[in-house]
């Protein structure tokens, strides 16, 4: 089988087959005597669970992966797939809490949503889903102005300033700039919720889409694994 024929089936370039190849994320490809690859079935089947994992997982998730596939580590690979859907969980549960908090008929009701009012960096980031260098970097870009207390410095969160993050964090799900986040910001402290409430929908919807991709990635998975020797399971003490 050569290239062009698998490059058909899967509507990519040939060019994308080498890419592949150079990442050393598919078995090694001989060639034949005058110099042309000689792809097999195998290679096959390779090239269909890479292209069918891409879209939910993303690009990075597919090089961390198909090594060990190589290398028969099929229930790791297993456990990676199962911590991908479950963060994906994760992040459309932050999502719906935003279109939540969005819902809320007046400002003065969000502190009830968490029933306290005043937020450590780390609390906000457990939240919200997200890293404290990401909300750090938000303030330095002046989308979130936390208070500061007098006696040590440290930086205190307030539930609309968890709101502003969980708004940051939808907007940028579905790839809108800064200037869009600012936009979307400003009607909140407006109190005109409509346009971050749709963008947190569309998030959603994002989402949702990442999960069907993603189950369709797990099937040519599935095929792929069928066909891989397994390694030896572990030794455990």
Same mark, same amino acid.
């Given at each position: 089988m050569n290239g062009i024929e698998i490059a058909r089936k899967l509507n990519i370039s040939t060019s994308a087959l080498? *890419?592949? &190849?150079?990442w050393g994320i598919v078995p090694k490809v001989e060639r034949s005597t005058n110099g042309y690859r000689i792809y097999t079935k195998e290679h096959e089947a390779y090239f269909q669970c890479i292209r069918a994992l891409i879209p939910g997982f993303g690009v990075e998730f597919v090089r961390e992966v198909m090594p060990r596939i190589k290398k028969g580590d099929k229930l &790791?690979?297993?456990w990676?797939? $199962? #911590? %991908?859907q479950v963060s994906l969980h994760f992040e459309r549960e932050t999502l719906q809490k935003t279109v939540e908090m969005l819902d809320l008929k007046e400002l003065a009701n969000i502190p009830k949503f968490f029933n306290k009012e005043l937020f450590s960096i780390g609390e906000v980031a457990k939240i919200a889903n997200t890293s404290a260098s990401s909300i750090r970097h938000w303030e330095k870009e002046r989308l979130i102005k936390p208070e500061r207390q007098n006696e040590n410095g440290f930086r205190i969160y307030?539930?609309?300033?968890?709101? #502003?993050? +969980? !708004? !940051?964090? %939808?907007v940028q799900r579905v790839a809108y700039s800064l200037d869009i986040?600012? @936009?979307v910001l400003s009607g909140l402290d407006? $109190?005109?919720v409509s346009q971050a409430k749709e963008i947190a929908l569309k998030s959603l919807q994002y989402i949702d889409r990442s999960l069907v991709e993603q189950v369709r990635g797990i099937a =040519? +998975? *599935?095929r792929? +694994? @069928? !066909?891989? /020797?397994? #390694? @030896? /399971?572990? $030794? =455990?003490p």
């Open positions: 080498r *890419h592949y &190849e150079s &790791e690979v297993l990676l797939i $199962n #911590k %991908a307030s539930s609309s300033d968890i709101r #502003k993050v +969980l !708004i !940051i964090r %939808a986040v600012r @936009e407006n $109190n005109n =040519y +998975l *599935h792929l +694994l @069928e !066909i891989v /020797p397994r #390694k @030896e /399971p572990r $030794n =455990y």
